[in-house]
Structures are given as C-alpha cells and as structure tokens.
C-alpha cells in the first residue's frame, strides 16, 4: 500500500514566480496567499506561520504583531500602481519612520504616540497642514491593510486631525509680474536666460503647473493649431487637456524652439539644460533659480505656483470673462476648485461695489 502524500499546502501558480499558500483563515474560510518566495522550503514555512497566525486569531483572539516597516512597505508597494501621489506618500512617510523607533509594533499605536509625533512636529516648526498631511498617510496605511490585507489594527489617527489656517495663496499684481520677468531676463548665467523668462512666460499665459511645463515634449506642442496637448498621464487631475497657445505662449515656445534646434535639436524635451554639467538633460525643477529671481525682483516671495494662481485670477476679471471655460483651461474638475484660485486685489473690491444702482438715499 502507497503511503498518503503529505499535503503540504504550497503550490506553484501559473504566472507567478513564487509559491502560494493555501489555508483556512479565522472565519474558516479557504484563503490562498503569496508567500513572496521562490524557495519551496521557505514556502512551506511561510504557510505554516500564516496558518499558526490565524489559529490564534481564532481561538486566542490574538492579532498577530505587524510592525511600522511592514506597514509602510505593503502599503507603499501596493498602492505604487494606483495612485498617483504614491511619491509623495513615500516623502510624506520619511518623517513619521524617523520619529518613531524602528521596529514599531503597530498593534501598540496609541493615541499618546500620534499626540507625541504632533508635538515633535509642531516644535519643529511644521505647520498643522502639512503635520495633517502626514497623519492622513499612516492613516491611509492602516486602512488599507485592514482592508486589503485582513489586518486588525488600531487606528488612533482618526480624530486627531488639527485645524488649519486657511491662506490664500500668493498671487502676483500685475505690476510684480512684470518685475520678475525683467529679473529673469537679467539672471546672472546665459543657460538660466535660455529658459526662466520663457517658463515664467508659458506659467503665466497658459495656467498650466510648473510640473506640467517641464515635462512638455515637442511631440506634444503644435505650432500650426497653436495647442499644447496634455494627456491623462501628465495632468494631476487625471484628464486630457488641449490648451490654447496665446501670442506670448507661441514666442515663448518659438524662442525655446529656437534654443533646443542650436544645441540638441532631437531632444524631446521644451525644457532642456544647456549648462555643460546637464547638457541635453531635461531641467526638472526651478526652485532655486526661480527665487533668485523673485530675490532680484524685489517683491514678496512668492513660487511658480504662484504663475498658475496669477494666470487664473487675471483671466476671471477679464470682462466678459466665462469661469466655465477658464476652469476646463486650468483643468479643474469643478467650478469650487478654480474659485479657490481667484484672488481679489483690494481696488478690484472697491469697483465691486462702486456701480451698484442708488435704490434710496437717507
């Protein structure tokens, strides 16, 4: 008589590289998992521990230990396809694992510990928005993995958030506007004169976000319908736009055009370095030139953001201005968004008011 083969609970799945555990989970039901191993062995012991986890789910009520790197990785790893912030929850997560101790068991989160990360923020000078931001990730992190990953943590994020002093956003007068673009004329390098003048240009012309303009490629800009494409994939919110090309877009972009075909006439990129160091190199940020040149101007600080909050407002106090129109410009999904933009200098609050009809005097 043949002896009975062991089960052994692992097996190999079509299209996958590692083994796959198969076992019952607390509820009794047939659950089956990745054992993230190409080793049968470690495989095995694997499905022995997720089925030992779960044993004591179910009789000792015991949540088996999951520590903060486990938490940060699974989410991170599993979210890095399906959203687009998955960079910025990576910067968002690097203060939060340097304030708590490696090897933070998760399962021991307090109340007190999120209270200590605030203080440990708020001392350090951080705003409460930005210290919301941060919290809302471990946040997001918790849910997810209860969720998704038949986690039974604690989430002691969940009202702790703080309240928020709501800014307007800077936006320049005009009168500044045209100070930081004879600053960005004057830039002391001749490879920052190339571009700055031309971004602050395009920033101010077009409503598009400085990440948007730097990374425009050519293929992407025509001359003859006087658009620019962005695709799903370029914008934030998700959604194609056509943006229409004024007089000052087209010659800045002409003049760029001009730059690219004298040093590197293949490159796909608007905004390409010509500094020697990064030659051909697409330029991904502006920052610091930009506020070199904010410096120089003499005006308040503001970023290049601030182009894009600028071009908005301006456009709405055109006369005959159509809100509607200008929001699918922006790209904004709802009205609510691009109101949010508009910024009111307080002569235009005077005219507001200057034309009403006199109904009745006293």
Known sequence: MHKRKKKEGVRRRKGSRYWWASYSDASGKRVEKSTGTTNKREAIAVRNKMQTEEWNKKVHGV??????????????????????????DVKRFKPLALY???????????VES?????HHRQDAGVSNKTINKELSVLSSAIKYCNRKLGWNLPNPVVGQRLGEVNEEARCLSVDEYRK????AKQA????????????IVLGFNTMMRPGEMLNLEWNRVSFDRRTV????????GKARRLI??????????????????????????????????YFGKQIQRVTKVFTTAVERAEIPHATPHALRHTSITESVHLPNANVVDISKVAGHKNLKTTL???????ERLHDAVADLPKIATI
């Open 100 to 110: 708590f101790p490696e090897g933070l068991l998760m399962n021991t989160l307090k």
């Open 188 to 199: 002391q390098s001749s490879h920052t004169r190339n571009y700055l003048a031309d971004f």
């Open 244 to 277: 229409p090309l004024n007089d000052e877009a087209m010659a800045a972009l002409l003049r760029l055009r001009r730059v690219a075909d004298a040093h590197f006439p293949d490159t796909p990129w608007v905004f390409t370095h010509t500094k020697p160091r």
């Open 63 to 88: 949540e088996p230990d999951r520590s903060f790197e486990q938490l940060a990785v699974l989410y991170l790893r599993g979210t890095a396809d399906v959203k687009r912030s998955n960079s910025t």
């Open 340 to 346: 949010g933009y508009i910024h009111t200098a307080d």
């Open 229 to 236: 494409e962005l695709r799903v994939e370029d914008t934030k």
């Open 180 to 183: 930081l673009l004879t600053s």
């Open 114 to 118: 999120i209270a200590g990360y605030i």
